[in-house]
């Protein structure tokens, strides 16, 4: 024990796998803190034609603008906005808050329009709500 520098509670973290207190398997439980109640919703195939085409909308949108932009002006403009959309993309706040992302609307030029989801997106009616030091701890990776 004498060439090794490590603390007696470094040696018990490498010894002891974090991963064998976790179930897994056939008879995993769904864990309700980390990752909310599970919805039927998700998992149905779509029922209508078009719901890909809507579900993709903003997608289809930007590369059919990028096209556009490369061909008027050159490669040059839709790898900068690409950029600057990546940029605004990892600014966030913390996973518990509510965020506008009004830098991505400024940027795709839809700040000044009233949708959807601007008036139906109340924050206060949100299902993401939780404990805050727990979510925080998983966007990190402490658990």
Known sequence: MKGNSRGAASLLKDS??????SASGPFEGHDLLRRGFTSVKNELLPSHPLELSEK???????????????????LHAPLK????????????RLPFLHSSNIALDTLRGN???ISFEDILNDPSQSEVMGEPHMMMEYKLGLL
């Open 81 to 92: 906005l690409q950029m600057e959309f990546r940029a605004v993309k990892q600014v966030q």
């Open 56 to 74: 993709n909308f903003q997608l289809n949108q930007d590369k059919t603008n990028f096209a556009t932009l490369r061909n008027i002006q050159g």
């Open 111 to 113: 700040a000044e329009c």
């Open 16 to 21: 002891i796998p974090i991963t064998e207190f």
